[in-house]
């Protein structure tokens, strides 16, 4: 009917607008890791917490997907793993639109379970095990990051059954494998406490959210010769 015409309309519209602006997003040199946090902090948990402002229905969680959807539409090679009790891979599909796949990835993060970030473990675990190289990691998160009930922490912690894999020492095995690598995180939003990621491990901690995120993410993995050229344009 007319209003199904409409709606319809307004959503293409809004999908051109979107990937025009993503032109101004960064493509990254290498392959791209985005890994989104679901966990339910950020879903909104019993309490029902999470929302963006008392007057909004929005989650953290809905910021954290769209934003990472939009990373995602703009690199060459990029992996897209959700967070939560478990590391659910969504593979980015080229064929589907921009808004669609946010809300498919969004429906998907549903399943990875709110009770821990155990996911993100699963993720350098595997990269350690498998050894694989990686350029850039942007993780979407509100960097309340713990594992397991035994043990379980608002920042640090691991399951009852494996207490020796800490969060930065498993990213110290990580760091030997990637030395190199640009390991971004959006604190999406502020909780109390002490982010695992640390800033003595080379991670950029980036706040809020807004369109600035991506200059900031493009400043921090600029590669040498593109700085070089930079400082060569410059005219005195």
Known sequence: DEFNTLKQNLLDAIEG???????????????????????GSMRGDA??????SAFSKTNTSMIAH???????????DVYVGLFGD??????????VKLLDFNKESYEIGSRCGGATENGIYTFLEKVVEEKKKIDNIV????CQIGRGTG??????????GNRSSHFHELFKEFRKINPKANFIVV?????????????SQRILNIAGWSDKIFDTIKSQCKGWDAIIKEIEAIEI
């Open 66 to 76: 769209l934003f990472a959807s939009m990373m995602a539409w703009r690199q060459h």
């Open 47 to 52: 309490g029902g917490h999470s929302r963006v």
């Open 187 to 199: 604190n999406l939003r502020q909780s109390g406490g002490t982010s695992v990621f640390d800033k």
């Open 139 to 142: 993780v979407f998160s509100d």
């Open 86 to 95: 478990r590391l659910i891979q969504v593979p980015y599909k080229r064929d």
């Open 151 to 160: 043990s379980f922490t608002a920042w640090y912690g691991t399951s009852y």
């Open 17 to 39: 607008a979107i990937e025009i602006a993503c032109q101004n997003i960064p493509e990254l040199d290498g392959n791209c890791a985005i890994l989104v946090d679901d966990s």
